[in-house]
């Protein structure tokens, strides 16, 4: 009679274990499905031009110029003037992941890639710079994000091997702490 109950007990955890495989694999694949679908979404929506990148759509969600929602959001970024990016973790912020990722898309993963050796974090005139380079190769592959407090546009430039690609809202004038990284002026 134990040996009955003992194989009747392995058959049902088997199955257990078994079941509970499946139903893992199978949320993991529609995860992984999901996200490649957002990331053919995103990728759609970015517009080349002579090796400047503007979003179409920057803010995704809708938000009138005249807003102060969206410029009392990044107040915080006048606190991080002379720190470091990884002091504040300043590439894991909410609020500056999805700003980003709505101009660079899935290029994200990228600039975090080779967001290495960092500067402290500057604020001049409303606007908030922060940069760093890969390790090894700051010369030819480095990146910027500039961010104008007083209207909350956000700008990208990702250099690599001394090719530069530069991501704004196609409405947005980059300002000069964008062009001076562009042309190696910084």
């Known amino acids: 009679m134990k040996s009955l109950f003992l194989v009747i007990t392995a058959i049902f955890v088997f199955f257990e274990i078994s079941c509970t495989r499946n139903i893992n694999q199978d949320i993991a694949k529609k995860s992984s499905g999901d996200q490649n679908k957002l990331l053919k979404i ?32 990044l107040n915080f970024l006048k606190d991080y ?23 660079i898309g899935d290029k ?13 974090m500057e ?15 700051c010369g030819y592959t480095n990146a910027i994000i500039v961010i104008k407090l007083d209207t909350g546009e956000f700008f990208v430039g990702i250099r ?19 062009i001076d990284w562009a042309n190696n002026n910084f």
Do not use: M
């Open 42 to 73: 995103d990728s759609t929506n970015i517009e080349y031009k002579i090796d400047t990148i503007q979003s179409k759509n920057a803010n995704k969600v809708p938000i009138k110029k005249d807003s102060t929602e969206r410029i009392l959001n």
């Open 81 to 103: 003037n002379g720190k470091y990016p990884y002091e504040v973790k300043l590439l894991e912020n909410r609020i500056i992941i999805e700003k980003i990722t709505n101009l």
């Open 108 to 120: 994200f993963s990228y600039l975090k890639k080779i967001w290495n050796v960092e500067v402290p």
């Open 123 to 137: 604020i001049n005139n409303d606007v908030f710079v922060a940069n760093a380079c890969k390790a090894h190769d």
């Open 160 to 178: 690599t091997d001394n090719k530069v690609r530069t991501y704004y809202d196609e409405n947005s004038s980059p300002p000069k702490q964008l």
